[in-house]
């Protein structure tokens, strides 16, 4: 299925970007950010650029992504970096736990690293149109998990290798898939639970089988927009300059602004439902999950090439932005 959003007839033909979003076309991102997006590219383009929409794996997956766009297979996409397994280490600054509770701020703060030159670490390979920060990830299961003795021997989806960290810090078995795979495996008694952001709830339909949720900030995962480099720098100067009008922070910031409306939505949604149960741990006991998950921070640090710097900032940029700057 692709959306197309109409311009006005040329005689020359506009160039086709053709943009690949592997969730559903009624998932928020669609509404609140990549279609006006789209939309204001295609306008201000003057008539040079044509944006079409592909939802699902049509032309490319979680997994696959990053050289379908390298390829030229499609010319701009939506990602997540777990799947891309370690290749951007720096990227994964967000995944830290309890460092941030929201999507919008994180996503700005992102963008300002990578265009400091924090995090761009492999980037040079696309142009990176977008980075955003899903809300934090709490844990949904299909059983209540109140403490860490609950933890012990769950199974839980993970989609990156430092949520899996997590989960075996807290003493539960990390099963890696995609988004797209929890339900059913949730379903077929595969795993029993997973760590995903608020809007991911609702977008898979994860209420239906995890009843129960704990509001812990446990990680936000990063994503991405990315554009083919070369198609970018083939585009007319018209073209060029609507990409840049729209994109980066702007475009970061819609982005994580609709990520944090998708969380309150849903959690209201699903507090709202009788048979949800939604829950934060007891101060003591979120106290103990944060003592234990101190090895995750440290070793990030230990291990990514300037990760001190690189944390160091990503903690000063979200008080800055917090604070309006």
């Known amino acids: 299925m692709a959306a197309v959003v ?5 005689a020359d033909e506009p160039v086709q970007l053709k943009f690949a979003f592997m969730p559903p076309p009624q998932s928020p991102y669609i509404a609140h950010a990549i279609g006006p997006w789209a939309e204001e590219v295609q306008k201000e383009s003057q008539g040079t650029v044509e944006v079409k929409i592909f939802y699902g794996p049509q032309l490319a997956n979680y997994n696959n992504v990053l050289d379908r766009i390298t390829n030229g297979v499609v010319e701009v996409a939506y990602g997540i970096f777990g799947n891309l397994g370690n290749q951007f280490p720096k990227a994964s600054v967000s995944v830290l736990p309890f460092e941030a509770d929201d999507s919008e701020v994180p996503s700005v703060v992102m963008w300002r690293l990578y265009e400091r030159g924090l995090i761009s670490d492999g ?31 769950v199974k839980v989806g993970v989609f990156s290798r430092q949520l899996g960290d997590i989960v075996e810090l807290l003493g539960g078995t990390p099963i890696t898939m995609q988004p797209t795979e ?9 795993i029993s639970a997973t760590l995903m952001g608020w809007a991911g709830v609702p977008t898979f339909k994860l209420q239906e089988v995890a009843q129960q949720h704990i509001e812990a900030s446990l990680g936000n995962s990063p994503a991405f927009v990315f554009m083919n480099k070369d198609v970018y720098a083939k585009l007319p100067a018209a073209g060029r300059e609507a990409v840049d009008r729209f994109s980066y922070e702007k475009f970061s910031r819609a982005m994580g602004n609709s990520g ?6 849903a959690r209201t949604r699903i507090k709202g439902m009788a048979d949800q149960a939604v829950y934060a741990l007891a101060p003591a006991e979120a106290a103990k999950w944060r003592e234990r ?8 640090v230990r291990t990514t090439p ?19 700057q």
């Open 306 to 324: 300037n990760g001190a710097a690189i944390l160091a900032a990503y903690r000063e940029e979200i008080k800055r932005v917090r604070a309006g």
């Open 6 to 10: 109409a311009i006005p007839a040329r």
């Open 182 to 190: 929890v339900y059913q495996s949730i379903g077929r008694g595969v």
């Open 123 to 153: 980037l040079d390979v696309v142009r990176p149109l977008a980075l955003l920060v899903f809300p934090y990830s709490g844990l949904h299961s299909a059983k209540p998990v109140h403490t860490l003795d609950d933890m012990k021997g």
């Open 293 to 300: 998950l101190k090895p995750i921070v440290e070793e990030w």
């Open 260 to 265: 944090d409306r998708q969380a309150d939505g």
